[in-house]
């Protein structure tokens, strides 16, 4: 169990790095992308919101991968596919239950569902931030 704590904790510090970067590089090209194309009113904000969930996407993507690896790495699970399908149904707090790792690795995939339920959260707020500073609802712009 320690062993399980151990490399949790040590992949949810990596995880919320890799988040941390990516919601820096986000925001970077948020503004890069509506300075570059000059693009202003309805459309940049538009553009805005498409930039900010793709690429939340794509880093909400590689953490899941980061969790796949890690269990095809242990021999948690045996082939790519099913510790990826795996890692997705638990960061996303899903949690099917057809496929499950072996008792002495419990500890770990619940780490992961603490680790998603955290960054997607995370990501919920910035996309909301997003929204009411550059995207379609800017503060007295709506409703």
Avoid: C, Q
């Avoid at 930039?51 to 021999?75: D, H, K, N, Q, T």
Wanted: net charge positive; no cysteine.
């Amino acid at each position: 169990m320690i062993s399980n704590l151990a490399v949790g904790t040590a992949i949810i510090g990596f995880n919320v790095l890799v988040h941390t970067v990516g919601l820096i590089l986000t925001t970077k090209a948020v503004a890069l992308g509506i300075s570059r194309l000059r693009i202003h009113g309805r459309r940049s904000r538009m553009l805005a919101m498409i930039i900010v969930v793709v690429a939340l996407f794509a880093v909400i993507s590689v953490e899941i991968w980061i969790w796949a690896g890690l269990y095809l790495w242990l021999g948690v699970l045996h082939d790519f596919e099913t510790a990826l399908y795996f890692s997705t149904v638990t960061f996303s707090t899903i949690g099917y239950g057809d496929v499950v790792p072996g008792y002495d690795w419990r500890i770990l995939a619940a780490l992961e569902g603490i680790n998603g339920f955290l960054l997607i959260g995370w990501s919920t707020a910035y996309l909301v931030a997003a929204g009411t500073r550059v995207g379609p609802f800017r503060a007295g712009e709506h409703f």
